[in-house]
């Protein structure tokens, strides 16, 4: 189960968290055995964030996903993410950053896998 979190500055309206959502739901499958079915979005908008110790307009993509995947995969990701961030939120692509952890354990259904 890939877990995406996105924080952000940029206030979104629920249409645009639904294409968000939608958008990432459809690049996951870059990665292979990673599909919309079984992944989880937290949209969270209207945070102050700093950077450089100065208040900014920004974007945090936070990626988790269970097992591991070639790092071509990852990259063609990355950029499908950063791609709709962008789109929904209109930040530059400067103003985007983005993290992907890859675990071997993952709790779930009441056990870890």
Not at 39 to 58: C, N, P, Q, S
Request: with cysteine; net charge neutral.
């Amino acid at each position: 189960m890939p877990y995406i979190a996105v924080s952000t500055s940029a206030i979104l309206s629920e249409q645009q968290k639904d294409a968000l959502k939608a958008a990432l739901g459809e690049r996951i499958s870059v990665i292979p055995g990673k599909t919309e079915a079984k992944l989880m979005v937290d949209i969270a908008d209207g945070h102050t964030m700093y950077f450089a110790g100065e208040k900014r307009a920004l974007a945090y993509v936070d990626v988790k996903c269970f097992g591991t995947t070639e790092f071509a995969h990852k990259k063609a990701f990355t950029e499908a993410a950063f791609a709709a961030v962008q789109q929904t939120t209109g930040l530059p692509q400067d103003s985007i950053y983005l993290t992907y952890s890859e675990f071997a354990n993952w709790g779930t259904m009441g056990s870890m896998k």
